[in-house]
């Protein structure tokens, strides 16, 4: 299993949540300090990891960590393709195309490098699994975070297209709404403030004194 923004928020609950049900899980990140935390973390409960430090911006890159897992533990039979960024706070007209590059770059075009890459490997075994992470947003308006939500309501569109393409080869690709989860980009909305509106204040307070919706 390979899941990508593993370093961190719900990337790095889903690793340590599938290492302690017996699968060997590939952490995938850019950053090689987070990735060596949830390693450990996952080794000292007794499961297996390995790191594979790359920008899934960067076809390149991951193709070449996808390549040193198959050596390692054989093909990829499952991907969690999670890692993603919120980007710009606030709103759209105030916005800078490059921000805008960057959050599509990331949640978009990362996620097709990944899926690129694992995709013909599971067609020719005809098995395999991929989870896409969508994101509030992805299903209704959501004012102030246009670019995040834009990102992941095309990723549905595109996981929706591409299942149909593989459904004759025995392999499922679907997304998942994991619901409010305390992470990075909950601070994020608490530190944008107004910027971000009182409803998504409000709800990230609240997301950050309970936790939100449990990794279990």
């Not at 709404?177 to 990075?184: N, Q, R």
């Not at 997301?207 to 449990?214: A, F, K, N, P, Q």
Request: proline share 3%.
């Amino acid at each position: 299993m390979l899941i990508t923004g593993a370093g961190r928020g719900v990337g790095k609950r889903l690793a340590i949540g599938f290492a302690q049900h017996g699968a060997r899980v590939g952490l995938l990140g850019r950053s090689q300090g987070e990735l060596d935390v949830t390693k450990l973390e996952i080794e000292h409960s007794g499961g297996m990891a390995h790191r594979f430090r790359a920008d899934i911006a960067d076809s390149e890159q991951v193709a070449a960590a996808v390549d040193r897992m198959s050596v390692t533990w054989g093909s990829v039979q499952v991907l969690i393709a999670n890692a993603a960024v919120q980007g710009p706070i606030g709103p759209f007209a105030e916005q800078k195309p490059r921000d805008w590059r960057e959050v599509f770059e990331t949640n978009v075009l990362g996620t097709l490098n990944c899926c690129r890459a694992v995709l013909p490997q599971m067609i020719h075994r005809r098995s395999g699994k991929i989870v896409v992470i969508s994101g509030i947003g992805a299903t209704e308006a959501r004012p102030g975070f246009s670019a995040f939500a834009a990102s992941k309501a095309a990723l549905v569109r595109f996981v929706e297209s591409v299942a149909e393409e593989i459904r004759d080869h025995n392999v499922q690709i679907n997304c998942m709404l994991p619901g409010e989860s305390y992470t990075s980009m909950t601070d994020e909305i608490l530190q944008a403030g107004h910027r971000a509106g009182v409803a998504e204040v409000e709800e990230a307070e609240r997301v950050r004194l309970t936790g939100g919706i449990s990794p279990e």
